[in-house]
């Protein structure tokens, strides 16, 4: 399975099986979360077996349920695009997990912040942005509803097939609350324009709208401008 396929069939999922990873794919997925940290310079750390970071606690959209491993996503505060390089890095954790079997979850708030501190290092200078929740999922979760590829870009029936792509797969990118606070605009033959539109944790969100938007349209294809 590749990314433009786990992302086809990921979905959010918050209750999970009582059943630990096996110790095979935790090993893969940590190479490949130490692989992301030596490009971006981020210091995210995969806790397995932490069955206090979720325990007992509600959010209005229902309770998370047998989350036993996550990423704790962790960046120096001096870095000005902290927030946008852990979208944009956590998303592709996030999407290897899905590629050996695993559901997830993104989570800013609901956990148990003791719990996860406790069990990861953090120096000073640093700081929690984030988690995700990986695990066996008791279903496979749901598709939400998008915006229109229209609402989200200038996208016309005329525009390259890399462009219309690369909208499609950003339009599945999860954001918080759903909320898609985010416009992508084609400027000339191949340049392109990712807005940020605001919102809560849009920073996050905004990085991976771009890595969605560069797995569909493939990196070779087109160059952001401001």
């Avoid at 990423?71 to 999407?95: F, M, V, W």
């Avoid at 995700?132 to 016309?156: D, V």
Wanted: net charge neutral; glycine share 8%.
């Amino acid at each position: 399975m590749d990314f433009l396929e786990a992302i086809d069939k990921r979905h959010t999922v918050r209750n999970y099986l009582d059943k630990d990873i096996e110790e095979d794919k935790l090993k893969l997925l940590q190479e490949y979360i130490d692989a992301q940290n030596y490009e971006s310079g981020l210091k995210f750390q995969l806790i397995s077996n932490d069955r206090e970071a979720f325990c007992g606690l509600e959010v209005h959209y229902g309770t998370f349920e047998g989350v036993h491993s996550y990423i704790a996503l962790i960046g120096k505060t001096s870095n000005p695009k902290l927030e946008e390089l852990t979208g944009y890095y956590g998303q592709k954790c996030l999407l290897k997990a899905q590629t050996l079997g695993l559901n997830s979850c993104w989570i800013a708030l609901t956990f148990n912040k003791r719990s996860v501190l406790d069990r990861c290092k953090i120096l000073k200078g640093e700081k929690l942005v984030a988690i995700i929740s990986i695990g066996y999922g008791k279903t496979q979760g749901f598709a939400h509803n998008s915006k229109s590829l229209i609402e989200l870009s200038s996208i016309t029936a005329d525009s390259p097939e890399w462009f219309k792509k690369g909208v499609e797969i950003a339009s599945k990118a999860p954001t918080a609350r759903n909320q898609q606070q985010f416009y992508i605009e084609r400027v000339g033959e191949s340049g392109v324009r990712i807005k940020n539109l605001g919102g809560e944790y849009s920073k996050i969100d905004y990085g991976i709208v771009k890595l969605h938007f560069e797995l569909g349209a493939g990196a070779d294809n087109f160059h952001y401008v401001d």
